[in-house]
């Protein structure tokens, strides 16, 4: 089915992509759609995912990263491991149209955003405190009390006794069990009626991470890509898709002609491959409006909406259940 326009979103993306649409309907384009629905949903203090009031990491600070593509020329602009800056989107989309770079990460990124004139300020409030002493102090754990111990010790002696810290306990095991359910990031794909493609991603990344952990979401062919004809975009367990070169692939094989679907599902399907444990979702939409999604996590949903729409509409993700035999 060919639409005039098109646009997508992951299960927090409600909140931005009616601007996003109407963006669309006006004849705007694809970029601005989708920053214009990414800032909105930067924006929202109930979502612990995504800008203001993101997950802080180990050390309570919040650290963001975003990313965003333009399908026709390929362009592309990432930040990482920015503080303090509430539009991350907006940062990412500088650093692609006006910078001669791809990605600025932490300190550079801030300079660069500063320069710009971007407000610093504060991106957390009592609910995000809350939010990260209740981590803290295990109160939002359902995990073992060794859990517990470990994030506490993880944070009281990061700069001193890593190290130690890293020896006594499974902390890769550990975060592996964080990761199923302390994150999120949100994706935006949108098809202008110039038919554009543009796909952008914003996050706090994975809640209590290491000071200057990367996930995917900034990183182009891991948890964001776009070609002239598709683009893709991840949530979930970031270090999953950068091992698997998640987006690109999904671009990639699409390309090649494999159908919108099969491409889409092979993101999720390449998690057999390295066989550790972790959630993926994977978000992809086509030059035509078709969209697509797949995850691995049963009950996830993503929200799409097309030029014969008034309104973005809640669609339940294909799950491929990874543990059946
Ligand atoms: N992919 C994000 C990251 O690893 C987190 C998420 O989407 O839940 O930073």
Same mark, same amino acid.
């Given at each position: ?43 929202? @203090? ?6 203001? +009031?993101?997950?802080? $990491? ?72 809350? $939010? ?62 110039? $038919? ?62 494999? @159908? ?35 995850? +691995? ?20 993700? $294909? ?7």
């Amino acid at each position: 089915m060919q639409f005039d326009y098109a646009i997508c979103g992951t299960r927090n993306a409600d909140v931005g992509l009616p601007a996003g649409l109407k963006i669309l309907r006006e004849g705007g384009s694809a970029l601005d759609a989708v920053e214009e629905s990414i800032k909105l949903i930067e924006n929202n @203090p109930y979502d612990i995912t995504v800008g203001f +009031n993101g997950f802080p $990491n180990l050390l309570g600070t919040v650290e963001l990263d975003a990313s965003i593509m333009d399908g026709k020329t390929r362009q592309a602009g990432s930040i990482a491991a920015v503080r303090n800056f509430r539009h991350p989107i907006s940062i990412a989309r500088k650093v692609m149209e006006i910078s001669p770079h791809v990605m600025l990460v932490g300190e550079g990124a801030e300079k660069f955003a500063r320069a710009l004139g971007f407000i610093e300020e504060d991106i957390i409030d009592e609910l995000g405190i809350k $939010n990260y002493h209740n981590i803290i102090e295990g109160k939002s754990l359902e995990m073992p009390q060794e859990a517990q111990t470990l994030v506490r010790e993880l944070f009281m002696r990061f700069d001193d006794h890593l190290k130690e810290v890293m020896e006594k306990y499974a902390v890769k095991d550990w975060y592996r069990k964080l990761s199923f359910d302390k994150h999120g990031t949100t994706n935006v794909i949108a098809l202008d009626k110039h $038919n554009n493609l543009a796909v952008g991603v914003s996050t706090s990344g994975l809640a209590m991470k290491f000071p200057g952990r990367v996930g995917d979401s900034p990183l182009f062919g891991a948890g964001i890509y776009c070609s002239e004809t598709v683009g893709a975009a991840c949530t979930g367990t970031g270090e999953l898709a950068i091992r698997l070169s998640t987006a690109r692939l999904v671009v990639d094989r699409y390309e090649r002609k494999l @159908p919108l679907d099969e491409s889409t599902r092979s993101g999720i399907t390449d998690l057999m491959k390295i066989k550790e444990e972790g959630v993926l979702h994977i978000l992809s939409m086509n030059n035509k409006g078709d969209c697509s999604a797949f995850t +691995n996590k049963d009950g996830i949903f993503h929200f799409y909406a097309d030029s014969n729409m008034e309104e973005p509409v809640k669609r339940l993700s $294909n799950y491929i259940n990874l543990k059946k035999k």
